[in-house]
């Protein structure tokens, strides 16, 4: 087989429409030679060894489809959402247009349509997707109300601009609230209502979340999320979930704190707080199996033992 010609920067490195292909310049016989993926009508993908992200992907999809944007499933992947939503791991790439257009239908894409209000695509990288607050909404409908939840805490955290380089969250409690209020009788909605209501600005992660939902749902009162805490000696410590009635913080350990760097600092941690006469509970995955039952007991326990008892 004759070798093709080489396809021009940046057509070479990521998937391109039709249009974009006669633009550069590229001859017919090119567009169809056999070493061109072809993923759907009018794209194709060059032989990027594995390097194309999902963004690149997506692109041409959007672009050869007027009026849409990437939506549901894959804006929820493509904003790096927490949580789980059934369905992420399947290839269909999920594109949304105004109702007033036909539905998207073409090889590779789950076609929606709906009521888009201007604030409500971004532009990721040159990406036409709906927005955070958009996405949050859209993918509502199939998740559990505990998983909006997670989502929603994720787009309310207060970031830390050292480490994130922003200073404001991707969504405040009155821009969700909008969303919802925007679009009343959507499927999903009440779900969405409900996890909103629970909902909290200040949590670092969803495990965080996803226990403060447990200890809340046994009976437990609901803690302070990640509260700068004066713990005397001029030290101040900021537990994932405090309880300062009670002089109990409790802390969720991900798979980072088996670092040696971090285990030092962990100790250092456990020692500030039992000095000023806390107990801290530290929880990791596997107290959270079965509905988080060895994490509730953990907790339930040092409450009890600080003079909290049960209604």
Known sequence: MRLPTRLPVPLASAAFTWQEAFDAGISRQRWRHPTLDSPSRGI??????????????????????????????????????PGFLPGTNKPAIHISRPDSMAIPRRKGVTGHVGQFFDDEIANLNGLLITSRARTWLDCSRKMTIDEITVVADHLLRLPRPEFEGRSEPFCTMEELEDMLDRHKGTPGIRKARLALEQARVGSDSAPETRLRLALVRTGLPEPEVNVPTELGFGVVRQPDLGYREHRVAVEYEGEGHSDPAQIVRDIEREEDFSRAGWILVRISKRHMANEAGSAIAKVRSALISRGWSPN
């Open 44 to 81: 194709r993908n060059p032989d990027t060894g594995g390097t194309a992200n999902l963004q690149e992907m997506v692109r041409p999809f959007t672009v050869i489809t007027p009026f849409s944007a990437a939506s549901h499933a894959t804006a929820f992947v493509l904003w790096e959402f």
